[in-house]
């Protein structure tokens, strides 16, 4: 349940989602997990649609402050190999 509460927090629309919430009090950090689950999206670059997901790249962001505690998003950030351009380029 919190997890589609955080999605929506944070403004995602599928096929993106926070798959789970880590609170760390002790870290002073709350951390949310997200991910993409699909295997083809559009093209970046070009626009083109339905372009197949190539490889994903293990990324952090520090997001605004939660309350007092520091907030991360991580996330493996799928990149795509479009047939129409011929670029390679993260979604």
């Given at each position: 349940?919190?997890?589609?509460?955080?999605?929506?927090?944070l403004?995602?629309?599928?096929?993106?989602?926070?798959?789970?919430?880590?609170?760390?009090?002790?870290?002073?950090?709350?951390?949310?997990?997200?991910?993409?689950?699909?295997?083809?999206?559009?093209?970046?670059?070009?626009?083109?649609?339905?372009?197949?997901?190539?490889?994903?790249?293990?990324?952090?962001?520090?997001?605004?402050?939660?309350?007092?505690f520091?907030?991360?998003?991580?996330?493996?950030?799928p990149?795509?190999?479009?047939?129409?351009?011929?670029?390679?380029?993260?979604?």
């Amino acid at each position: 349940m919190q997890e589609q509460l955080f999605t929506q927090a944070l403004g995602l629309t599928p096929p993106w989602a926070v798959d789970s919430v880590s609170f760390r009090p002790d870290e002073g950090a709350i951390h949310f997990e997200v991910s993409c689950d699909t295997a083809r999206l559009a093209c970046p670059v070009c626009g083109a649609a339905d372009q197949p997901v190539h490889d994903r790249v293990e990324r952090t962001w520090q997001h605004l402050h939660f309350f007092q505690f520091k907030a991360f998003i991580h996330c493996r950030v799928p990149r795509v190999a479009c047939r129409e351009c011929g670029k390679t380029s993260q979604a």
